[in-house]
């Protein structure tokens, strides 16, 4: 495997730790209207991912920034051709975080509405956008001969990238109420359980339509990795089921793994029907950028590659000391002792 190839699979595995961990911080937030009865509730929920969305967050960054250096032309291409939506999906993750950050500076009631309204509405945007840019790397998109996007906003609203960030939505959402099940009691913990109860056929019936169809584009484009497709594929259905299996029966923890699971399978399934593509052109095959030629040069990969064996392990060891820190349930009588401000 030469240094090119490596660093597309470590930029998907970024990409993937990004939208399994962040994944479920989504879905906590779009949640909160319908687990949040009171704030009491609302609180528990959002102290759920308080101590980690900031931590979840920073691997878009640790993500885009890998990219723009092992991958300049793709990155140029993507963030110059997808910029309006990059561009909600920033805003949008702004808001969450500024809702997080403000949300309990006054007793207001209105006030902590209109916060838990922006955290709704930065975690619902992100969550649906994602799923968009990435159907429409994957399906490929106007890309012209200099590697330029020619195409307009309106172009990559096209059925099948809406079927991944409707896919991408739902899968995030059910991610972030197995999460809420798994760590908090009482009330809201019972009505987590029946929330993904709720959301488990519409979720399944769309991710499988989602499998399907990208099954079908890397078929179609008869891409080197196919058998790789349909197993991941296979795998995000079994672990998206196993998930809902579990939670009926209470288990939340390995109900969450299984979401976990689905997030990381689905998103693998994604970068195995792209390869050896990182942007296909739907004007003309030779106007894509591939890994080949999309690259940085052997020298500045062979520098990022043994930073990245430092560094890599060093960032997980820390997610994994975090994540243990905060293990415990978030219980509703320490958030009603705790002050309202907290």
């Keep these: 495997m030469d240094l090119a190839t490596l660093w597309f699979f470590i930029v998907a595995f970024l990409f993937v730790g990004y939208f399994v961990l962040d994944g479920f911080d989504f879905g906590v937030g779009m949640s909160l209207p319908f687990l949040g009865r009171n704030d009491v509730s609302r609180r528990q929920v959002i102290n759920t991912i308080g101590p980690i969305w900031d931590l979840n967050e920073t691997w878009v960054i640790v993500a885009g920034a890998c990219l723009f250096a092992s991958f300049p032309e793709w990155y140029a291409t993507l963030f110059s051709g997808f910029y309006l939506p990059l561009l909600l999906i920033l805003l949008a993750l702004i808001l969450r975080g500024v809702s997080f950050e403000y949300r309990h500076q006054r007793e207001s009631a209105a006030w902590k509405r209109g916060f838990d309204r922006m955290i709704v509405i930065g975690s619902a945007v992100p969550a649906f956008l994602w799923g968009v840019a990435f159907g429409n790397i994957v399906q490929g998109v106007a890309i012209d001969a200099d590697h330029i996007y020619v195409g307009g906003f309106f172009a990559l609203l096209?059925?099948?990238?809406?079927?991944?960030?409707?896919?991408?939505?739902?899968?995030f959402f059910l991610h972030g109420v197995l999460f809420v099940a798994l760590k908090t009691d009482g009330q809201v913990h019972d009505d987590a359980r029946r929330l993904a109860k709720i959301a488990a056929v519409p979720t399944i019936l769309v991710a499988a339509g989602t499998v399907l169809w990208t099954i079908g584009i890397a078929a179609g484009r008869e891409a080197p990795l196919l058998g790789l497709v349909v197993a991941a594929g296979a795998l995000a259905a079994v672990s998206l089921i196993a998930a809902v299996l579990f939670s009926l029966?209470?288990?939340?923890?390995?109900?969450?793994?299984?979401?976990?699971?689905?997030?990381?399978?689905?998103?693998?399934?994604?970068?195995?029907?792209?390869?050896?593509?990182?942007?296909?052109?739907?004007?003309?095959?030779?106007?894509?950028?591939?890994?080949?030629n999309a690259s940085s040069t052997p020298y500045t990969l062979q520098i990022m590659s043994w930073t990245a064996l430092i560094a890599l392990?060093?960032?997980?060891?820390?997610?994994?000391?975090?994540?243990?820190?905060?293990?415990?349930?978030?219980?509703?009588?320490?958030?009603?002792?705790?002050?309202?401000?907290?």
Excluded at 158 to 171: F, I
């Design 249 to 292: 029966r209470g288990r939340d923890g390995r109900a969450f793994a299984a979401g976990a699971a689905t997030v990381l399978f689905a998103v693998v399934m994604l970068f195995f029907a792209l390869f050896p593509f990182v942007m296909p052109s739907t004007i003309d095959p030779a106007y894509s950028l591939t890994i080949a």
């Design 313 to 342: 392990p060093l960032v997980i060891a820390y997610q994994t000391w975090t994540y243990w820190i905060f293990r415990k349930r978030v219980t509703r009588s320490s958030i009603e002792a705790a002050p309202a401000h907290a």
């Design 158 to 171: 096209n059925p099948y990238s809406l079927l991944v960030g409707l896919t991408t939505l739902l899968v």
